[in-house]
């Protein structure tokens, strides 16, 4: 059975201590969600400027090898190559580019 009141001022004499308390039920809960959001916020940024430091610095080591390889270019030859170990092929192999061709030919 429900009460039936006059006006507000007795309704909220009587449930105004309920109200308040779910008032600032929901606003703790509100703050810690802002919390919460904010602070993923703020490390998925932190995050970001992270990985691109890492692809900055990636990007300048792959120029600084670039640049050996353009300067070293011109002086690798045939001397150089055998001089580090290098040599010529006693028997050269070609592949064949018609395999599928042998693999149908089995299939009946």
Do not use: C, W
């Not at 004499?13 to 919460?36: P, Q």
């Not at 890492?54 to 001397?79: H, K, P």
Request: glycine share 6%.
């Amino acid at each position: 059975m429900t009460k039936k009141y006059k006006n507000i001022k007795y309704y909220l004499r009587e449930n105004g201590k309920f109200l308040v308390r779910i008032a600032g039920t929901l606003a703790i809960f509100s703050f810690i969600f802002y919390t919460y959001f904010l602070g993923h916020t703020i490390y998925s940024v932190v995050d970001r400027k992270a990985v691109e430091h890492s692809n900055d610095v990636l990007a300048s080591e792959v120029s600084a090898m670039e640049l050996e390889y353009l300067t070293s270019v011109g002086s690798i030859d045939r001397e150089f190559a055998l001089s580090h170990g290098f040599g010529e092929p006693l028997h050269t192999y070609y592949s064949n580019q018609n395999i599928l061709l042998s693999f149908r030919d089995d299939v009946r």
